[in-house]
């Protein structure tokens, strides 16, 4: 079992950025990749990013390609997700989400475990 817990959302201006942090709890965190999700309202769930366990791969969604960061750090069992130039399309609940595989991992049945999410909320 692994339990998950997001940090780090809120409200921001058009242009701003924000830090999420998922801190794991469990198992050993390096067993697995770990991704970020979001849902918009009336919206499916979406890939954000993802770091592939073993290797440490990363993976964007496009939308996200060149503004977001997703970073590990294994000594503390925390994965982070630096957004910047946030735009009030990327208004969402941002989930945290672990899975022991390291591929497709752009696909929500990849992952085993989930968080219970972060509001994140973007002004014009």
């Known amino acids: 079992q692994v339990q998950l817990v997001e940090s780090g959302g809120g409200l921001v201006q058009a242009g701003g950025s924000l830090r999420l942090s998922c801190a794991a709890s469990?198992?050993?965190?390096?067993?697995?990749?770990m991704g970020w999700f979001r849902q918009a309202p009336g919206k499916e769930r979406e890939f954000v990013a993802a770091?592939?366990?073993?290797?440490?791969?990363?993976y964007y969604g496009d939308y996200v390609q060149g503004r977001f960061t997703i970073s590990g750090d294994n000594a503390k069992n925390t994965i982070n997700l630096q957004m910047n130039t946030l735009k009030p399309e990327d208004t969402a609940v941002y989930y945290c989400a672990a899975s022991t595989n390291r591929w497709s991992l752009n696909l929500e049945s990849t992952y085993d475990y989930w968080g219970q999410g972060t509001q994140v909320t973007v002004s014009s």
């Open positions: 469990g198992r050993t965190f390096s067993d697995y990749s």
């Open positions: 770091i592939s366990r073993i290797y440490g791969n990363v």
